[in-house]
Structures are given as C-alpha cells and as structure tokens.
C-alpha cells in the first residue's frame, strides 16, 4: 500500500461558512441534521488534517511551513494541464488500460497528482507557508480538480491499474482537497467530484468484509466515505462509513485483523502492526475524532479491542521511537524512491513516529488512565529515540509532529522507561523479548504466515526474512542497524539468525502477496512472560533445506540452537550468527578468544573452535563447547531499485561484520549452537565462555531442543516429537518451559505450537508437593515425586501458552 503523503500544519485560517454546498439531505436519510453539524465536522476534519497546538514562528514547525510553500510552489510551477496528464511527470493516460505493472503506473500518476493538489491546498490554507490564502495558488488547486475530473477520475471512467488508486488514494487526497477548499469551490464543482467518488467507492465497497475491504483497507474506505458525506452534507454516507467500521474491530482467529495474542495480518497471511497496522491505528485515531460528540460517534463496544491493542499489539514492537522491521512486510524496501524530490530515506524509525502520533490521537478518546499511560509510552519513546528524533523526522506529517511536540513539551507527562518482558505472537509466528539495554525480535513461518511478502515490485529479495531472522538493538546503541541502508547492502542470503541454502532465487520467489507458505506446523514456543522457549521447523523457500531452530530467550542472553539441518540443493547451507551493518566506516573491532582481529576490508578468517567472538559496541557471542566458525569483513554495495522497482538507482556502500556457520554443500543432520549477548564487553563474553557450567545443553537433535542455566532456575525443551530430555517426558509434540523460584514454586509453561493436540501428557520427575494454579486445559495433574499434567484439547488454544503454578518439595 503506498505510504500518505505529509500533510502540513495546525489551525486552519478561517472556519467554513454555512453559505457552500447543501445537497439534498431527504434523498439519504430520514433524520435531518443541521447545516452546521456538516460545517462543524469539516472544520475538525481541517484541525486533524492541518494540525493545532503550535505556533508557525517557532522550529521546527516554522521551516516545515516553509518548505510546505515552497514544495506548493514548485508543484505550482511545474503543473501544465493538458491532455492525459495534469504534471508533464505524471501522465494517467493509459494507452492499454488493464491491471499490468505499466497500468499501475498509470493510475498511481493520477493518485498522485491529487497527492499534489493537496500539498498545495495545504500550504493555501496554513499559516506560515508563504502562500497563506494566495489567489494564484487557489485558482490552480481549482483548475487541477476541474482538469483531474473532465480527464480521468469520472462517473464514466473505468478503473485500470491498482484498484489503491481509485478507492483510496486519490479519493482521500481529492476528498481531503475539497474540505480544505471547500468555501472556494462551487456547488457543481462539489457535486461533480462527490459524483466522481460514488462512482469508485459505493456504498457497495463496504457491504462484506472480504477481499480488498478488511482491515486497515476497510478503515481507508470508511474514510472516504465518511469525508463523502462531510462534503455533501450526506447523513446517510457518514453513518455507513461509522457502521461499516465495526467489523474491524473483533478478534479474528484467521485471514485479516487483530488476534487474541496481540497478533495483526494484512493480506491474509503476512503480519503487518508496524505497516497496514499503522495506517489502520491512524485511521481508526482520525474517524473516532472526527465523529466524537457527532450523531454519528463511534459506540461499537468492540472499539475497546482497539483501546487495548495500544498496549498488546502496537506497544511490544516499538523501541527508541522505531517499529520493528519484522512485522513491516514490503515496506522495507521503501528506503528512498526514485521519484522522491525531498530524498528522504524510509527506515524504521520513520515508520515509527507515526505510530506514536497516532497513539496521542487515539488516547484522546480512551480513558482518562489510558490516556496518560500513553502519552508516558509516547514521551519515553520519543525522547531516547537518539538515531533520528522525531522532531527532526523530515516525513513525518506536520499534525504527528505538532501531537508528539505537545507530549514532549507537557512537563506533566514523566516518560515511561521501555517494558521489559517477553510477547510470544503465535498467530503471526513472531515474537519480542526486551531485557534491560536491549530488545530482540524473531521472526518465523508456518503454513498460516508467508516467508515473507512481494508484490507491486516491493521488497523483491525478502525471501529469508521468515526464516528465523533474529532482529536486536540496543538502548542506546545500534539503532540505526537496520535503518542504515542495511535492506538494499545487506547479503540477502546471509540475514541474522537464519538458516538458509545458498541456492540463488530469483527476484520475487515464491509469488506476490505473501502466497508462499512453507508446509509445516510447529512454529511458536512457551513463555511465562519474561523468558522464553521458542522453536521453528524451517523448511527453506523452493529450497530442499529443512531445520529445527531454537531460542531460548533468558535475562541478558538468547540461547540459539540449530539441529537436524539437511539439504540437497548442490549448494552450501548457512546458519548467520549475525551480520551487523558497521555503517560507512566500519571500524568496530572484532575480537576473537582474546585476539583482535584486523579492520581491513575485505579480510576474512576461518575461526576453528572458536569459543567466544565480540563486536565492539555491538555484542558478544559464545559457543559452547567450541565451533568452526566464518568471519567475514566486506563492503558490500547496492542500490534501492535492486529490491524495489521504484527504488532510487543511486549506489549505496555499507561496511559489513559476518559471522556464520557453514554447514557445507548437502549437509545430513547438521547442527549449530551459540549464545547471542547484546550490549555485553569483551569481558564478559570471555567470562561467560569461560564459565562452562553456567549453561547445559540437554538435546539438539531434530527430534528435540533444549537448555536448562542452573543459576536462573531455567529449563526449556522444545519437544518435535514426544519422548525424554532430561526431566521431562512428553508425549507428544510441544513447547515447555519451567522457571523454579526462590520462594519454592515453579511456573511450568506449556504450549500446543502445532494446534494440533486433543490430548498431552508431560512429566517432570521432580518432586512436587501442591498444584497452586492450573488452566482448565489440565485435566489431571499429579504430584508426589514426580509431577504428572495431563492436557485434554489444545486445539483451540491457538498456540497460546498454558501456565501451572507448583510447589516444591524442599
């Protein structure tokens, strides 16, 4: 979905009169409703759309303002009305009008010709831009909308290209133009664009929840539907807009929406919170303002789901003010357009901001709690956001900067410290841990979540991104490690944490739209909400590889086991202990048991029983027991376009540290181990190599996988298939973690990743006196000197864990 342009600013100069357009309200509705209610939502719409709260004298909202007037003024310029096109750069005339990459093209051109008609509606309104109620300017945002509508976005024109364009984008921007102009253009004028947006968006769009009208896409509809009836007085129109939200707002258990677990897909089967999921927040944050104290607020009960995802869903994938690549899909390789005249490279933290923008706006409509515990959320992100401030945030539209300037200038708001804990999402086979210093995501594949998703010539070498990539940060370092050019630089063969064939593929292997789906079941893990067991059956994309993945996620340490590796490519496999982006220069030092290796690129070494390695300023790596291990110094060059067909072409060069393990050509039974410490010193990597009895590996087969660190309590084994480790016995396959504490009791946590199980039994052959706590999926639980629990059907868990609470025998 392509990415909102930037609006401008706050206040609009002068509100609406009551003198402009009043269609016909008896055709639409039986109730009336006042003239100036339909006055009153466009002037708040102008506040959402415009900002409020700030003064234009004052940065950074006085060079926006003007950079705002000058971009206007240059579309202004360059706008040149002839046949097929509005801007000599952006034809629409299609001279074969069908649904292929060169009709996209097409139809994007006309969106984004109303894209520009609005920047310059913008920047006629706002105060400061230079060009505030200019009659030049006006006439041309008029004469634009005349020519747009004779030309191409009609009552008689047929869709071609991305139906995007039709639906959504160009309607928001011609609908957002019209309320902003709204005391400037005539009734006809009006009632021929209002005509024009029937024709593309009926009321039909919205009648099921299916295809192109879930989830965020719906939310997107519903504002134009809503903005329909602001612009022509239709009751009727904002009622269906505010109705047709509500199924948006329930818990899914399949296809688009939020889950249960805090879990949110787009496009059936790609996890999206920190893309599709942020358009939607932000939608949802617009319409439940625009319609609040209206006749037609939003009263759904079900919006509460909404209020809560906040917390469940957005919350545990934001960090230092970024959102987490793993649940962006396509929107990785977005870094800088081709067409982009600002050159405003995307990046996480840019996709970020607005999510914490849209958090203020929304907390505006929950509780009084809600809304100050947000807005600590907000102000706690946004000041440690140190790699790129939000107020410095070049993209970021001028309403998001005045909501997030309002929070970090309100002295009553104290910034939350970032939450520490671990979030398993199964239904999107994604999972967080964030410890003190640090935070870490993963991010897997099964047969209900893609490897990754393609389409409309995006992110055209993501195929291992689902693979087990093991994303991690720093709290106040390594923050720019995937922000900085790393998409476009990076080997997309070699990404951190996965395990992989080093068979070529070609560009969008594996179809658009997130549609290959790896044929396995076990994917997702167990935890108590701290720590974590966390496994993957990785069968590789068109790749013969399959692997058991594990990682055991503890307080400043993630546990990564690799086992049962097979493949009969002809070609090498992998295991990426991780590939960090040392930027331009790339002078971190490396060091290896206590030896510093050289900082000359390209340089590469074999580490033969390698015990520990470290990165400064990054992490420090062990492996138990000893590992042949491949480092790697290069500079690696690439281009946006090589990932994203409207990327720019410019040649981008990033120095690159890669440690992996190479399994070699047709590996049968291959394994790997190492212990994962971000943020840790040379010396406490050595010390924790050095110390070889702090972690015990119990099995790494591919029949199970499992540690248990004495010192913390902890024990994790996920089993594949049933059978023994240790002190555990299951009887099938499943996810188990144990946490003993020091006041005598144990959190046994269980989980069906597979949801596949009608029955399970486990047994832990350690003494236990007194069951304290158990879910209602424990049919039977029996103590004594061994602890018994049988489950009865897991099937309907979801993957979700099962906690029992026990105490010991001492």
């Not at 706002?126 to 009659?135: E, I, R, S």
């Not at 999510?355 to 505006?364: C, D, E, N, T």
């Amino acid at each position: 979905m392509p990415t909102p342009s930037p609006w401008s600013r706050r206040t609009f100069l002068a509100t609406t009169g009551a003198s402009a357009l009043a269609l016909s309200l008896g055709a639409t509705t039986g109730t009336a409703h006042a003239a100036d209610e339909f006055a009153a939502l466009r002037a708040k719409w102008r506040t959402l759309i415009l900002g409020e709260g700030f003064s234009p004298t004052v940065e950074p909202f006085k060079s926006r303002l003007a950079e705002l007037g000058a971009t206007a003024s240059e579309f202004q310029a360059a706008m040149a009305p002839t046949d097929g096109s509005l801007w000599p750069d952006l034809g629409y005339a299609d001279p074969d009008p069908d649904t292929d990459p060169e009709s996209y093209g097409y139809s994007a051109n006309m969106a984004n010709s109303y894209r520009r008609l609005n920047t310059m509606a913008q920047a006629y309104r706002q105060q400061g831009t230079g060009l505030t109620g200019d009659a030049a300017l006006r006439d041309a945002v008029r004469t634009g909308l005349d020519h747009l509508y004779t030309q191409v976005y009609n009552e008689n024109q047929t869709r071609y290209g991305n139906w995007w364009s039709w639906q959504i984008g160009g309607p928001q921007h011609l609908l957002d133009t019209c309320v902003l102009m709204y005391d400037d253009l005539s009734a006809a004028q009006l009632a021929n664009y209002g005509r024009a947006v029937d024709h593309f968006v009926p009321d039909s769009a919205v009648a099921d929840y299916t295809g192109t009208s879930t989830g965020a896409n719906r939310v997107d509809l519903c504002r134009v539907l809503a903005l329909r009836g602001v612009i022509g007085d239709r009751a009727a129109k904002i009622a269906l807009a505010r109705d047709a939200l509500s199924p948006v707002f329930p818990y899914v258990t399949s296809g688009d929406g939020l889950y249960r677990d805090g879990s949110f897909i787009q496009h059936t089967t790609v996890p999206y919170t920190g893309s599709y999921g942020s358009v939607m927040l932000g939608g949802l944050g617009m319409l439940f303002a625009l319609l609040a104290g209206t006749s037609w607020a939003v009263t759904d009960d079900n919006r509460r789901i909404v209020f809560d995802a906040v917390e469940d869903a957005w919350a545990p994938f934001l960090y230092n003010g970024l959102v987490m690549d793993g649940v962006a899909g396509r929107a990785i390789s977005r870094g800088l357009a081709a067409t982009d005249p600002k050159n405003i490279e995307q990046n996480d933290h840019l996709r970020g901001h607005p999510i914490l923008a849209s958090i203020v706006l929304l907390g505006q409509g929950a509780s009084a709690a809600e809304n100050t515990r947000w807005r600590g959320l907000v102000k706690g992100w946004a000041q440690r956001d140190y790699y790129s401030p939000p107020l410095q945030d070049p993209a970021l539209a001028l309403p998001h900067l005045a909501r997030l300037s309002s929070v970090l200038d309100d002295s009553a708001v104290s910034p939350t410290a970032e939450p520490t804990g671990h979030r398993l999402f199964a239904s999107m086979a994604r999972a967080t841990h964030r410890r003190p210093g640090w935070a870490a995501s993963i991010s897997m594949a099964n047969k209900r979540i893609t490897y990754y998703e393609t389409g409309n010539g995006e992110n055209l070498r993501g195929w291992h991104t689902g693979s087990g990539m093991l994303y991690w940060w720093g709290a106040d370092f390594a923050n720019g490690q995937y922000s900085d050019a790393f998409w476009p630089t990076v080997d997309p063969y070699r990404l951190p944490g996965t395990t992989a064939s080093r068979k070529v593929l070609a560009d969008g292997a594996g179809g658009d739209w997130g549609a290959a789906l790896p044929a396995v079941n076990w994917v997702g893990g167990a935890s108590d909400g701290q720590r974590a067991a966390v496994g993957q059956y990785l069968r590789g994309l068109q790749s013969t590889l399959h692997a058991k993945k594990s990682w055991f996620c503890l307080d400043d340490t993630i546990v990564c086991l690799g086992g049962g590796i097979e493949c009969r490519d002809g070609t090498a496999a992998e295991s990426t202990v991780d590939n960090r982006n040392l930027g331009p220069v790339g002078n971190a030092p490396f060091t290896a048991d206590g030896t510093v290796k050289p900082r000359t690129y390209p340089w590469s070494e074999t580490l033969t029983d390698a015990n520990w390695a470290h990165i400064g300023g990054h992490a420090g790596y062990v492996f138990p027991g000893g590992t042949t291990v491949k480092a790697l110094r290069e500079q690696r060059t690439g281009r946006w376009s090589d990932i994203n067909r409207g990327g720019a072409t410019t040649a981008i060069a990033r120095k690159y540290l890669t440690l992996w393990i190479d399994h070699g050509t047709d590996p049968t039974d291959a394994s790997y181990a190492y212990l994962l410490m971000p943020g840790a010193s040379t010396a406490q990597t050595a010390a924790r190599a050095a110390d070889t009895g702090w972690l015990r590996i119990l099995a790494n087969t591919n029949d199970q996988q499992g540690v248990s660190v004495p010192s913390l309590g902890f024990t994790g084994v996920n089993f594949w298939f049933g059978g023994t480790v240790d002190t555990l016995t299951a009887s099938a396959p499943c996810a188990v973690m144990i946490s003993e504490k020091s006041d005598g009791t144990a959190v046994i946590c269980v989980s069906d990743p597979m949801r596949m199980r009608t029955s399970l039994t486990l047994t832990w052959d350690r003494p236990v006196t007194k069951v304290l706590a158990k879910p209602a999926t424990v049919t039977s639980a029996t103590t004594g000197s061994a602890l018994k629990l049988t489950f009865g059907d897991l099937t309907g868990t979801a993957g979700a864990t099962q906690k029992i609470t026990v105490r010991l025998r001492s």
